[in-house]
């Protein structure tokens, strides 16, 4: 069976997937992460549970369905889960040489945005500037995942899309990197798209 990682290196090399079937069921890709992640004209369910329980909730050729708060209500009971958020997915391929922001490591920081990456990410890797934080980590399925933060004295002045820049250039292994950006976050979608991302989707996930 394919699994879920296969389907996001489709993803990172540029690839659809099919829109016949129109969905997929995979396992979880960790013991505590499942996930519902949408792509144009298909629907991933990476969660342990059966195809007809799956089946019998979401109507044949629905795209919207799998998103909606019915099938992500069940699906939480039913793994005794809690739906994280609804996230807009985007998409950036690395980039040769360093990043112009004179950024330093802070391994040690203390930060909600680095708490947050380490509950859910290994390989967390963290830089500061003036400013804004910039953390780096594996997420769902193994790829890689950036976020940034920028505190509200230097808003506006284009440090956030800076910062989502930089990380193009210091993912390890030279792979692509992903963005999960609240769709009501405005500024942050303006930012990543100015720093050379592209939608790809959207997802929630389901954790403890």
């Known amino acids: 069976m394919v699994g879920l990682a296969a389907l996001l290196d489709r993803i990172e090399r540029g690839g659809r997937l099919p829109t016949d079937p129109w969905r997929s069921l995979v396992p979880a890709p960790a013991p505590d992460t499942a996930a519902v992640v949408a792509f144009p004209d298909h629907v991933v369910v990476a969660a342990d549970v059966d195809e007809p329980w799956v089946r019998e909730r979401l109507p044949d050729g629905d795209l919207s369905a799998p998103l909606n708060p019915p099938f992500l209500g069940a699906l939480a009971e039913r793994l005794g889960r809690r739906v994280n958020c609804i996230d807009g997915l985007y ?59 920028v505190d ?13 820049s930089a990380a193009r250039h210091l993912v390890p292994e030279h792979r692509p990197v992903w963005a999960q950006v609240s769709p009501g976050n405005a500024a942050s979608v303006r930012a990543f798209l100015a720093a050379g991302y592209r939608p790809v989707g959207a997802e929630a996930l389901l954790v403890p």
């Open 152 to 164: 509200p004295t230097h808003r506006g002045r284009g440090l956030g899309r800076s910062l989502a």
């Open 91 to 149: 998409l950036a391929p690395a980039v040769e040489g360093p990043p112009d922001l004179p950024l330093r490591d802070a391994p040690d920081l203390d930060h909600p945005r680095v708490r947050r990456a380490r509950r859910y990410r290994p390989r967390v890797r963290v830089w500061v500037v003036d400013g804004g934080v910039l953390v780096l980590g594996q997420g769902l399925a193994g790829r890689w995942e950036v976020a940034v933060e």
